[in-house]
């Protein structure tokens, strides 16, 4: 297997991943905005770092998506 192929399908895995995390009651608590981080609701934290771990994994997947001569390489 290609490495940039097996590169590219865990950048894909970790999104989905990252996806459900920020769609489940883990991050999604109704009715509450505690605790709070700063003073600011841990929904809005987590929200922040689950969209800063999307931007990561869309900046290394596009990585090394561009780094591959065609799209049959990955």
């Not at 600011?40 to 987590?46: A, N």
């Not at 929200?47 to 994994?57: D, K, M, P, R, W």
Request: proline share 4%; with cysteine.
């Amino acid at each position: 297997m290609n490495k940039n192929k097996t590169r590219w399908q865990i950048c894909l895995a970790l999104a989905i991943l990252l996806t459900l995390l920020t769609l489940s009651p883990v991050v999604l608590t109704l009715g509450t905005y505690q605790p709070t981080i700063g003073g600011i609701p841990y929904t809005l934290w987590s929200s922040i770092l689950t969209t800063a771990g999307l931007v990561g994994l869309t900046f290394f997947g596009s990585k090394y998506l561009l780094g591959a001569e065609n799209h049959e390489d990955l």
